[in-house]
């Protein structure tokens, strides 16, 4: 079944103890992207990225970090979580996403962090 | 403020009746799409419309576009208690940053 798993799907954990959320997509998908999710806010973009080694800052970046040294996984790591980083955070994933491009993107079902 | 602004943020209608949300943007786009999400859930792909067309259908889902304003409205019609959730309308941005920017959302509830 074609799937964006992310876990893991809640965590409470204190400031400053480093986290990973993992991502994974069996699409063979170019495009993976992070966003927070934030009442009154919607979805806010961290990171993408397009392809293998090549990620970029989405409008909210600061205070996360990411990879993607394989194309099924893109991972987001909080070094040092804080409480303004509690948020449900999802995972996406999409065919590509040029000019040229139509995709849909499809989504993780979530991750819901709290930083304490 | 945000590329795509929904609008309203919330609206509540009886099972059967149709349900209108809009969206408007700021600048060109590539195409438009809509998602569904269920309360704590992921968002799942609708409708995709791409910026040289006007209309779309799927199902009981018709989506416009009028590039002209900027803007697009979905259209659910004979709503049914399964699609209480919110809406969301994403732009694919046809020039800068390769990236869906999304709007707020309209937080939908059908009453049975």
Same mark, same amino acid.
């Given at each position: 079944?074609?799937?964006?798993?992310?876990?893991?799907?809640?965590?409470?954990?204190?400031?400053?103890?480093?986290?990973?959320?993992?991502?994974?997509?069996?699409?063979?998908?170019?495009?993976?992207?992070?966003?927070?999710?934030?009442?009154?806010?919607?979805?806010?973009?961290?990171?993408?990225?397009?392809?293998?080694?090549?990620?970029? =800052?989405?409008?909210?970046?600061?205070?996360?970090?990411?990879?993607? =040294?394989?194309?099924?996984?893109?991972?987001?790591?909080?070094?040092?979580?804080?409480?303004?980083?509690?948020?449900?955070?999802?995972?996406?994933?999409?065919?590509?996403?040029?000019?040229?491009?139509?995709?849909?993107?499809?989504?993780?079902?979530?991750?819901?962090?709290?930083?304490? | 403020?945000?590329?795509?602004?929904?609008?309203?943020?919330?609206?509540?209608?009886?099972?059967?009746?149709?349900?209108?949300?809009?969206?408007?943007?700021?600048?060109?786009?590539?195409?438009?799409?809509?998602?569904?999400?269920?309360?704590?859930?992921?968002?799942?792909?609708?409708?995709?419309?791409?910026?040289?067309?006007?209309?779309?259908?799927?199902?009981?889902?018709?989506?416009?576009?009028?590039?002209?304003?900027?803007?697009?409205?979905?259209?659910?019609?004979?709503?049914?208690?399964?699609?209480?959730?919110?809406?969301?309308?994403?732009?694919?941005?046809?020039?800068?940053?390769?990236?869906?920017?999304?709007?707020?959302?309209?937080?939908?509830?059908?009453?049975?």
């Amino acid at each position: 079944e074609a799937q964006v798993t992310q876990n893991p799907r809640y965590l409470i954990t204190v400031t400053g103890k480093k986290l990973t959320v993992t991502c994974s997509q069996n699409m063979n998908h170019e495009y993976m992207s992070w966003y927070r999710q934030d009442p009154g806010l919607g979805l806010r973009q961290i990171y993408y990225s397009m392809n293998v080694e090549v990620t970029d =800052k989405g409008d909210v970046p600061e205070g996360y970090k990411v990879s993607r =040294k394989e194309k099924r996984n893109f991972p987001l790591i909080l070094e040092s979580p804080s409480p303004n980083q509690t948020s449900l955070y999802f995972c996406a994933s999409s065919p590509s996403l040029g000019q040229g491009s139509h995709q849909p993107q499809h989504f993780g079902d979530g991750t819901r962090l709290s930083i304490l | 403020s945000q590329q795509g602004e929904e609008d309203p943020q919330a609206l509540s209608i009886q099972e059967g009746e149709n349900a209108t949300m809009n969206c408007s943007y700021k600048t060109s786009i590539n195409n438009l799409q809509w998602y569904r999400q269920n309360s704590g859930r992921g968002l799942v792909h609708l409708i995709l419309i791409r910026s040289n067309e006007r209309e779309k259908h799927s199902g009981r889902l018709r989506v416009t576009l009028d590039t002209s304003k900027k803007s697009s409205s979905l259209l659910i019609t004979a709503s049914r208690a399964a699609d209480t959730a919110s809406y969301f309308c994403a732009t694919a941005l046809l020039q800068g940053a390769q990236k869906l920017v999304f709007g707020q959302g309209t937080r939908l509830t059908i009453n049975p």
